[in-house]
């Protein structure tokens, strides 16, 4: 199981680390729970906090630099 960085600071090199160490089901996994913690319900209609967008956002870009997609959104 891979936890998300709920109230620290992401540690962006590590969190990098992190994902490319995780297998294409782990990955998928973690970016659809960013996915959900970045959703509008999860935060009663708040912006989604900073640290679930980096998540999310470097599991994206995990996921296309394996599928050599680049990183162009």
Excluded: Y
């Excluded at 962006?12 to 992190?18: A, G, I, K, Y």
């Amino acid at each position: 199981m891979h936890r998300f960085a709920i109230d620290a600071p992401v540690g962006v090199d590590e969190l990098r680390e992190r994902l490319r160490k995780m297998s294409d089901e782990d990955l998928r996994w973690f970016g659809r729970g960013a996915e959900f913690m970045c959703s509008p319900g999860t935060n009663g209609c708040m912006p989604p906090r900073g640290c679930f967008v980096v998540q999310l956002e470097e599991a994206k870009a995990e996921w296309r630099r394996r599928r050599g997609q680049g990183t162009a959104a």
